[in-house]
């Protein structure tokens, strides 16, 4: 089953003329992309709008073997959905991941269904419990399913990275039931990106960007009526590692690489030096590394909370929905789950 490219807005169909943003090459692939704004529902594409494999996404970010993940009981995410009180029901989460959410879902009475195209990611979910946990493409894994089969979706942080927005969420539709409820989660376009926007939210990894009433229109659109929509929770934290991470990482990674390595291979990574280096040494090991940034992470939040503190107070008398994040939950309307 292929996905259709059809022309225009990816989100909205119009034909309208959009409107060119600017132009991103992607250091991993060389492929360069166009982004683009609607002019009628004000979300922002890309094209080309081909979505990459898994090969790209080794890449950008390589399996660690010692990687740890955080507590899906800390994830204001899944703590959000399950604030609303929903009476259990079948559940199918998109983009499941290792089946963390899944598994707090089934412990409270909810009977889970799981997608991710990722295979490790899945095995780790059936290890868990999740015994329908699927990975494939998604327009296969929707072939298998029936229309209204479940009360509830929850998409954490996916609807940005498909290029068709809005077949993918039509086949989201199309699975739940009249009044099932559809809960997501996506960066905020609207969020504060006072050192530029970060190299995450281009195309391929996201390949739209929505503001508030961007996703508000476009869930109803597509026949839902939006029960809560928060876009105003904006971290101190979030903050400090916009320029943790901006200004102060890249000058210490070119304070290592003279201190370690001198002059050579200059625009080099630390990973590829340390590949090239005849001899180990402590710093090798990549998580080592990874642990020490987190460390130094750590201290610069204590050191510029109260600098964070201002800048937040600022950003949102400016505009008080530029959180970091979107989180929406709506209902699907009884007339309309075949629209």
Known sequence: MSIPHPPGCPACGSAAALRPREEHL??????????????????????????????????????????TRPAPESDWRFRQFF???????????????????????????FVGTGFDYDERMVAKARARGIADAHAAEFADFCRTRRDG?????????VLEHTPEPAWFFGEVRR?????????????????????????????????TRWTPDALKGFLE??????ARLDAGTLKTTFLSDVYFFRAVMPRLLALARRLLFGRAA??????????????????????????????????????????????????????????????????????????
């Open 221 to 226: 659109r597509g026949g839902f009526e939006v």
């Open 149 to 157: 089969e479940f009360d509830y979706a929850v998409l954490f942080d």
């Open 26 to 67: 992607d250091p991993i692939g060389g492929k360069r992309y166009r982004l683009l704004d609607c002019p009628a529902c004000g979300v922002t594409s890309s094209e080309p709008r081909e979505p990459v494999g898994a090969d790209w996404y080794e890449k950008e970010r390589p399996t660690r073997a010692r990687e």
């Open 175 to 207: 699975l739940l039931k009249p009044g099932g409820h559809v809960a997501l989660t996506m960066p905020n376009a609207l969020r504060p990106v006072p050192l530029g926007r970060e190299e995450y939210d281009y195309p391929p990894h996201h390949f």
């Open 266 to 339: 200059p625009g080099a990574t630390l990973t590829q030096l340390y590949e090239g280096a005849a001899r180990p040494s402590p710093l090798s090991d990549k998580l080592r590394r990874q642990e020490l940034v987190e460390a130094a992470r750590r201290v610069f939040a204590v050191l510029f909370y109260p600098a964070a503190l201002i800048l937040r107070a600022r950003f949102l008398a400016r505009d008080p929905r530029c959180g970091e994040y979107l989180y929406v939950l709506a209902r699907l309307k009884e007339s309309a789950q075949g629209k």
């Open 83 to 109: 604030s609303e009180r929903l009476a259990p029901g079948r559940l199918l989460d998109v983009g499941c991941g290792d089946g963390g959410f899944l598994a707090l879902a089934a412990a409270r009475g």
